[in-house]
């Protein structure tokens, strides 16, 4: 029976930083979302935006900590004062399907999480929602809601532009009384993970990580030695704590026994 064993080292060993990834990335803008600066006193008023689940691979289990939003006003953000806060969820539903009044319906709000608050400060070119606590991701389409909690203002005549990219299908609504659809998805940023994804394991023999063990194993072992080099704890094969030809010797012998 072939010996493997389990790196318990590599088990301990934590990746320490953090990733991004971003969707929708585009030259179109808009006024409604993710805030709509018009609305900004006339709390409370909700803003939904389903990003598919096709443009999330990366953030499949992962922790997401803030979610970012990109301004294109010249002069940065023109909200100002309002309360601002954002949930998260997850949805079956793809899209915002109209009814005969070109209406829409918000997705419940019951199955959303809200993860951060924050207070609109004019001048911002990014604006960006630091989550209280991280919100894990285990596949669906994302929904993120945002909705004026507190009434602001809007500083001068200006509102707020949002890039993103407009969209033939509704995967956006805003409304207060009444959701409207809309056809833009905001440029989002997430950022994700930050200290819990664990390091590969690789089992005892398997010199070179390419997670089997063969004559190129040997090889590299071999070629460590000669070299200098610094040797993974899996050149240990005979488990006396020092890497040397005694584990080539070893290694070359639990090939042949296939053990």
């Known amino acids: 029976m072939k010996k493997v064993f389990t790196l318990l080292a590599g088990l301990m060993m934590l990746s320490a930083s953090a990733a991004n990834l971003t969707v929708y990335e585009g ?31 990366a953030l499949m289990g992962q922790e997401i900590t803030s ?6 006003n010249e002069t940065g953000s023109t909200l100002k004062d309002g309360k601002v806060a954002l949930y ?16 829409t319906s918000f997705i419940s709000g019951d199955g959303l999480t809200k993860v951060a608050e924050m ?3 004019v001048g911002l070119n990014e604006i960006e929602f630091t989550f209280d606590n991280a919100w894990t991701y285990n596949g669906g389409n994302i929904v993120v809601q945002t909705v004026i909690e507190e009434d602001g203002i809007v500083s001068g005549s200006e509102g707020t532009n949002f890039l993103g990219q407009s969209t033939s299908a509704a995967y956006a609504a805003t409304g207060k009384s009444t959701a409207r659809p809309a056809y833009f998805v905001p440029k989002t940023t997430f950022t994700y993970g930050g200290g819990d ?8 023999g398997d ?22 080099s610094e040797a993974p704890a899996e050149a240990d094969v005979n488990g006396d704590t020092n890497v040397s030809i005694a584990d080539v ?8 026994s296939g053990n």
């Not at 805030?35 to 990003?51: E, G, K, L, R």
């Not at 010797?249 to 042949?256: E, N, Q, V």
């Open 197 to 204: 994804t664990p390091e590969p394991e690789y089992e005892i």
């Open 27 to 57: 030259n179109a803008t808009s006024l409604n979302l993710p805030i709509c600066s018009n609305f900004m006193d006339w709390a409370p008023y909700t803003h939904q935006v389903i990003y598919p689940e096709s443009e999330l691979a």
């Open 119 to 121: 207070t609109m400060t």
């Open 67 to 72: 979610v970012k939003y990109y301004v294109d």
């Open 249 to 256: 010797t070893a290694l070359i012998d639990m090939l042949l």
């Open 88 to 103: 998260m969820g997850t949805t079956t539903q793809s899209q915002f399907s109209l009814d005969g009044y070109g209406n």
């Open 207 to 228: 010199v070179n990580h390419d997670h089997s063990v063969s004559i190129a194993d040997v090889t590299a072992l071999i070629d460590l030695l000669l070299g200098g």
